[in-house]
């Protein structure tokens, strides 16, 4: 993989901010997402400068991580990668902390500084790209939450903000909250994006949320393009999960998959993509860039080679028919 990428770049919702379609998920990066029990496992530091150095040369230029990922480890990972290599990608990071064992966690103001300025540091940089409210916190009106975002903005330290894991009632309270917080836009309140897991086998977006962000102007980001692996063709019905695999380490937000519908389903898949000379990981990537909605898709490679399903994916787009076709072997 040499040759750099052209990757489409989008507006994020009202903002100034443009992000490319694809951008680098940076979970693994010293340990499995924002589970403590894995806290230095996942990917090495060495590792991770590995698979930065590649998605870069590839042409992907904006990282996403969050304060919780490998409890921090992410977040150095690449505040060392930038400090080492002497660029500077886009970067969006998250705050919440709900896996926490302690009490730190939630999205109160006093918490969004402390964390902000935590995670600018250990990114080695003065701004970030994009913040998020990592889930919805209950327990903190949601009006506290964006008016201490929107401070950020007009300080400098973010340009852009918004949530994730937030479902489509959640996403509407948003705009309520933030229609009253002082400098928020009005058509959307501050809220510039939302960073949900969707794919072709996580599909609840689709019939409310996904809409409600083409009317409110807000950027629907995808995380999970892959679920868990299950989209690559790595789990194989009647056969033991893989060691190390998303389905022996953090099981929970897959298992619900494991059904025969689910293994039908991947078989059409793998005859499809055998047909367009595909993998099937790179057919799903395509899957999803061939839908308006989405804004970008966060792939998280495990290693460097992982990184070839998005040039498949970018070289080889879906038509409308195509698209049909492939979503109707997974509803």
């Known amino acids: 993989m040499t040759a750099t990428l052209e990757i489409e770049c989008r507006r994020l919702g009202r903002s100034g901010v443009e992000l490319p379609r694809i951008a680098l998920g940076c979970g693994n990066f010293g340990g499995v997402g924002s589970a403590p029990e894995f806290f230095g496992a996942g990917l090495s530091e060495q590792e991770a400068l ?12 904006h990282f996403d991580t969050a304060d919780a990922y490998g409890g921090g480890r992410s977040e150095a990972a690449i505040g060392h ?3 080492s290599r002497g660029v500077r990608p886009q970067l969006t990071t998250k705050t919440y902390n709900a896996m926490s064992a302690g009490a730190d966690h939630g999205l109160a103001p006093a918490r969004v500084e402390r964390q902000l300025r935590s995670s ?10 994009l913040y998020l ?4 916190d209950p327990k903190v009106p949601l009006a506290e939450t964006l008016g201490a975002f929107e401070e950020h903005v007009a300080t400098g330290t973010i340009r852009a903000y918004g949530v994730s894991n937030f479902d489509a009632a959640q996403l509407e309270l948003a705009g309520v909250a933030g229609a009253g917080v002082a400098g928020a836009t009005a058509a959307g309140a501050g809220v510039e994006a939302i960073q949900n897991a969707h794919s072709l086998l996580e599909r609840g977006d689709e019939e409310r949320l996904l809409p409600l962000c083409a009317q409110r102007a807000v950027a629907y980001l995808a995380f999970g393009p892959l679920s868990g692996g299950w989209l690559t063709g790595k789990y194989r019905r009647g056969e033991p ?3 190390a695999s998303r389905m022996t380490q953090r099981p929970e937000p897959y298992e619900r998959l494991v059904s025969e519908h689910t293994f039908d389903a991947l078989e059409r898949l793998e005859t499809l993509a055998w047909e367009r000379r595909i993998s099937m990981a790179g057919l799903s990537l395509a899957w999803l860039l061939s839908d308006e909605r989405v804004g970008q898709v966060v792939v998280g490679p495990g290693r460097p080679e992982h990184l ?10 879906l038509s409308v ?6 979503s109707t ?3």
Not at 120 to 129: C, N, P, S, Y
Not at 308 to 317: C, I, K, N, Q, T
Request: net charge negative.
């Open 50 to 61: 590995e698979l930065m150095d590649a998605a870069w040369a590839l042409g992907i230029t």
């Open 81 to 83: 990668w930038i400090t």
């Open 120 to 129: 600018l540091e250990r990114l080695g940089v003065d701004q970030v790209e």
């Open 133 to 136: 409210a990592h889930e919805f």
């Open 241 to 243: 999960f893989p060691a």
């Open 308 to 317: 070839e399903p998005v040039r498949e994916a970018l070289a080889a787009p």
């Open 321 to 326: 028919a195509e698209r049909d076709e492939l």
């Open 329 to 331: 072997v997974f509803s």
